[in-house]
Structure formats: C-alpha cells, structure tokens
C-alpha cells in the first residue's frame, strides 16, 4: 500500500529528489498522473451522488413534514444558490492562494450537512442542511476541477473528463441508494450516507497532500512567468457570453431529458414508470459515455471543434426526436446524450486557456453556471408543462441546440494538433 501511495501521490523527498534530478520545470507538469486524476474523479462521484440525495427525497420529505410544493421549491432554491453563485468566489479566492485541503474541508461540510438533513426536526432546519450541502459542494468544485489541471499534463480535456465522469455516475448512483436505504426506512437513513462522505474525506485527504507536495517543489522549481492571455478585452467579454449561451443550451436541454423524459414517454407511449425509469438510465448512461469521449476528442481534434460537433451536432437528433416512435426515441436519445454531453469539458478546457491564471474563478463560474441553468431550466419547464403539455416542452427544446451557431463567433487559441 505504501508502495502504491507513494508512486501515484509522491511524498515531498521523492517529490523534490524528482524535481532535482531532472532540472525540468516542465516535466513537472507534462506527465498526466492518471492515479491522482481517478482519486479526484471518486471525490467527484461521492459528492454528487450525496448531493443527489436532496431531488430524491422529496416525496419522503413532504409527506413527513406535509410541505407544499412552494416549499420543495424554496428547498431547491437555497440549494441551488449556495451551491452555483459561491463557486466563483471560492475559485477566486483558491485563484489567489491555494488551498491544498479545501476538497477535504468541502466533503467535511457536507457530511455536517447530510447529519442535519437526517435529524432535521422542521423545515427551517431542512433549508439549513441543504444549504450546508450546497456550500460543500461550491468548496468542492473549483478547487478538484483545478487540480484536475494541474494533473492533467498534456491532456488537458482527458482529465476534465474523467473527472466529470465521476460526477455524473455519482449523480446516477444516488437515486437508487436512495430508494434502497432510506425510501423503505425513513429519513433517518440518510445518515449511512456519512460514511460515503468519511471515505471521501480520507481520499481528498490524500489529494490535498499532493498537491501540497506539488506546490512546494513547483514553487521551487519553476521561475513565475507572467501567462500572456490569447484574447483580451472586448473579445474575452464576447467569448465568455459565448461560453455561457452554450451552457444555457446543453443545460436547459439536459434538464428536460433528466427530469422530464420519464413523463413524456409515458403521456406519448403509456409505458410503466418502471420502463421509463431504464429508459432515463439509458440516456444517462450515454450522457456519461459522452462526457468520456468528449474529453478524448477535445485532446485530439480541439476544443472549438468538439463544442461546434457537441451543441450544434446535437440539433438534428433533438428535432426529430418528439415527432418518432418509442423505439427511434430512445435511440435518439442515446445519441443526444453521448453528443450533447461531449460538450462540457471542452467548454471547460477552453474556457481555462481563454483565461490562463484563473483555472479556479473559470471552474467555478462554470461550474455554478451549470448547476444553476439545470436548476432554473428545472423550474421553467416543469412551469411550461403546467400550462402547456409535456410535448410541447419537448417541441420548444428540440431548438436549443441550434445555439451552437455562436461557436462560429470564439476566437480560434489553440494550437495546431
């Protein structure tokens, strides 16, 4: 074990004998160090997947403290705050001096949050937990999405993407541990989810004394060199607005898929709610397949290139797929999912080199923006179908990904592979 420990996550002796022997600031940072991308990836998917627990217990919670859906949205809501707009600040504040046991500390403040959620005794007391847990979640973001970075060597899009990976298995995985410990149980079962969140301590644990080694020897290492940035100005502020549509389109798309595509298929095709729910894995499945392929490709071919295959690509498929028989609909939406997702570590990647420097303030802007369109295209769209049908929102969202077009306006700041 030691052994092990020692090659994936270097004590700082072997850490500065390294350094020393090579005389090579770059090899520092060229060598992709897959072990402490995967031990960042596991922190990712036991943070969402307790984060996930919050949707999943919705029914239990209303039922026991008799909430209207005012209130579940008021729930929503707080979680949703603290856990997109804070993640800027913290990635600002990471920007400006690291904090090597920041992921430790976020998994800390989420257990506290989880403890709170199980003993809540009013609802006051349930706003409290979730928020405790979205702030976890906005200390947890930017800095593993920074250290991903730093990790990556030369495959910068490979490792955003095996760390997202872990995000949305976890995502995946909480639902169904949620229906097998806590919905036949009681509230009170959600606290077997601290142990989930203890071993996601112990592991960020060993991330963060990593990257503190990593720190000590780059520190000593490496002379500091100012990092021209490619675009400036009005062309920064352009490319960013750019960015963010795109998250609107992916985000808001994916929140009609992941919170709605069980209702449409059964008001189209009157299947059980049993076969709508392994229809809706299906598509999650392939969202992680993509995520995966995603950062493969943006390593290979660009990341400008991926984000105009990804948001764009996905238009003719999400077109078709409200007007096609059940069999074509989930093919369809297999595809959607494996395109569309492919998306998010190249915006990611070329968000950070559209602002070298600013990996933490980048991560967490687009982290938080993304937690927050999936939550507000949540509200909207279950709003719309109040008013609408469930089809209509599927007709209507079936033209998000037509703003992939403003790809055509981000400068091109890569370089030739």
Known sequence: ????????????????????ATQDPKQLVQKTLFG????????????????????????????HYQLSFSQIG????????????????????????????SLAIGMAVTMTGVIMLAKAPGFLE????????????????????????????????VAQSIFQLGGNAGSAIGPLLVAIIVAPYGQQNIIWFTIAAAIGIIILSFVGAWYRNYLVSHTKNTSARQVVAPVTGGKLRLSLAVLMMLIFSKFFYLASMTNYLTFFLIHKFNVSIQQSQLYLFAFLAAVAAGTLIGGFMGDKF?????????????????????????????VLAIIIGVIIASAFSAIVVYAHELMPGKVGMVSGLFFGLAFGMGGLGSALLGKLADHTSITFVFEVCAFLPLIGVLTAFLPNIERKR
């Open 1 to 20: 074990m030691q052994g092990q420990y020692s090659r994936e996550f270097p004590s700082i002796t072997n850490y500065k004998m390294q350094a020393t």
């Open 36 to 63: 402490v991308l995967f031990a960042i990836s596991i922190g990712h998917f036991l943070n969402d997947m307790i984060q996930s627990i919050i949707t999943s217990v919705y029914p239990l919670l209303k039922q």
């Open 74 to 101: 008021l729930i929503t809501f707080t979680f949703q705050v603290t856990a997109s707009l804070l993640q800027p600040i913290v990635g600002f504040i990471t920007d400006r001096k690291a904090r090597p046991f």
């Open 126 to 157: 349930l706003l409290g937990a979730v928020a405790m847990m979205g702030i976890g979640s906005s200390i947890f973001h930017p800095e593993s999405s920074r250290l991903a970075h730093v990790a990556a060597g030369g495959k910068k899009g």
């Open 302 to 330: 660009g990341r400008k290139t991926v984000i105009w295959f990804s948001i764009l690509g996905a238009a003719p498929f999400t077109l078709l797929l409200p007007y096609v028989p059940l069999g074509w609909t989930i």
